[in-house]
């Protein structure tokens, strides 16, 4: 499984992205949420990652927050929904759009996602309905670049993304990785 991505951004062609790792392009498929808020060419670049394997092809999907990757996780579990669907909803509504969406139970901003109809946003909001916090959003800036890790760190110890994401919330501004995973493993462990 390859879970994070960081080299040198060596195209950007939406909703495609090459990453240069060491002389290894990885394409890889980012919503516009993250294509938006990407570094210029040639800059370093960190992107978590979901990878899925098909009879037909492998694909790599990135994300620049560990919210939108559990959305994005949530999302694909969800029957008729695939990842080109899942990438889809991301790059029409923030996690934070979504969530608020899923609490009031608006399907009208689920179908205007290109690709979303009816039916299937409906779908959507019953299968998220206890799934998505309307809390869930990106870690706290205050965290900043520890937080991927911290998140990454607390799921391979085997916590799911919201549990790690909602730990990461309660931590202080500016703390170290290993500092960060231990307040994170006394929060969720009380």
């Known amino acids: 499984m390859i879970g994070r991505i960081t080299g040198l951004l060596a195209e950007k062609s939406p909703p495609l992205v090459l990453v240069d790792v060491n002389g290894v392009g990885y ?11 990407l570094p210029a060419l040639g800059e370093r670049v960190t992107l978590l990652t979901h990878f899925v394997v ?68 409906e779908r959507l909001l019953l299968e998220l309905k206890d799934k998505l ?30 549990e790690a994401a909602t730990a990461l919330k309660a931590l202080p501004a500016g703390v170290a990785v290993g500092d960060g995973i231990k307040l994170a493993l006394k929060a969720l462990n009380r």
Not at 95 to 116: D, H, M, N, W
Not at 148 to 160: C, E, F, K
């Open 54 to 121: 098909r009879e037909d092809a492998q694909v790599l999907f990135g994300f620049l927050t560990a919210a939108e990757r559990a959305t994005f996780r949530l999302l694909v579990r969800i029957s008729g929904v695939g990842p080109r669907t899942a990438l889809a909803i991301l790059s029409g509504l923030s996690v934070a759009e979504l969530s608020q969406a899923v609490a009031q139970q608006s399907s009208t901003r689920l179908v205007k996602v290109p690709g979303i109809g009816k039916k299937t946003a």
């Open 133 to 162: 916090a309307p809390d869930l959003g990106t870690p706290s800036a205050a965290v900043g670049e520890a937080g991927s890790d911290i998140v990454q760190a607390l799921v391979a110890l085997g916590y799911n993304e919201r």
């Open 27 to 37: 394409e890889i498929d980012v919503p516009m949420s993250s294509f938006y808020n």
